[in-house]
């Protein structure tokens, strides 16, 4: 697959995702560039954003085999990765795969389950590999995990730890839409009744998991300069060096950034990174990342309008 021909696979799935979420432009472009990087996405909103629903329609356009998990206080880790069963017709042990062997992974409500079983998504996110009794068991190239929570300050959830956020590549705040969004919504939704589904509205699937693997190799030819690296690297560690961070970015997330900005172009059909392609994905590549110290919190500052801040100091190529 040519950089052209991905660009216009990226326009395929977004006019049909487009069918049936509105105003959401933002969220779908990182879904499709975490997905070509081969990168998770964690959405962050209010109940009643679309965030699961977005999900949904996103895998129905690009063709993954989609799972879903709904994250409960109770739920364990064997519910999610499966568990060998002893068959007494066979007297032997059977696995028993769980939610998680999937393309396209939905953990819905991450944040409302204790962080022994948020960790059980850790070796998968990681490596793409899960092991049950010693034994390891490869997950799809394409396994992508979407993981949608509400704000920490809402009752009943727990906070994702760390470790486990510096797994996404992303994480993207889910706004309430505009008044002008929310009248398309209503018109749009209202007229049924019922949970909606992407049959609904004709999302047609677009792509595959072979045209999507052939979009990930178009995207490894596209260039990264040295220039461009040296930028990256400038900007992560800059966060390191904040008097407002306590805990700046790791490595891994400028691995993760460069991969990004390198997925970015290829969708644009472009063969070169541009200091921009890192630029527009930095806050949401940092957000997670980076812990404010108390001074910070206390004057009430935010993370975006630190990473911004840092995009302006940091010298670009050019």
Known sequence: MTLEQTAELAGAIRAEVAKAVV??????????????????????????????????????????????????????????LGSNLFNFQTSSFTLTRGPIFCELLLADEINRTPPKTQAALLE??????????????????????????????????????????????FKLLVPYPTPEEEAKIVARFGARSGAPKADDYGIAMVAGAEAITAAQEAAKTVTLSDEIVGYTVALIR??????DIASGASPRAAVLLANAARARAALEGRNYVVPDDVKALATATLRHRLLLSPAAEIEGRKVEDLVAQLIEQTEAPR
Do not use: W
């Open 238 to 243: 800059a966060t390191r060096d904040h008097a």
């Open 23 to 80: 105003g959401m432009d933002e969220a779908v472009d990182h879904l499709l560039i975490g997905l070509i990087a081969q990168g998770h996405v964690l959405l962050e909103g209010p109940p009643g954003t679309a965030k699961t629903f977005l999900a949904q329609c996103f895998a129905r356009a690009s063709g993954l085999d989609f799972g879903r998990i709904q994250f409960t206080p109770d739920l364990l880790p064997g519910d999610i």
């Open 124 to 169: 998968a996110m990681q490596e793409r590999i899960v092991t049950l009794d010693g034994e390891a068991h490869p997950l799809s190239p394409n396994f992508m995990v979407v993981a949608t929570q509400n704000p920490i300050e809402s009752q009943g959830v727990y906070p994702l730890p760390e470790a486990q956020l510096d797994r996404f590549a």
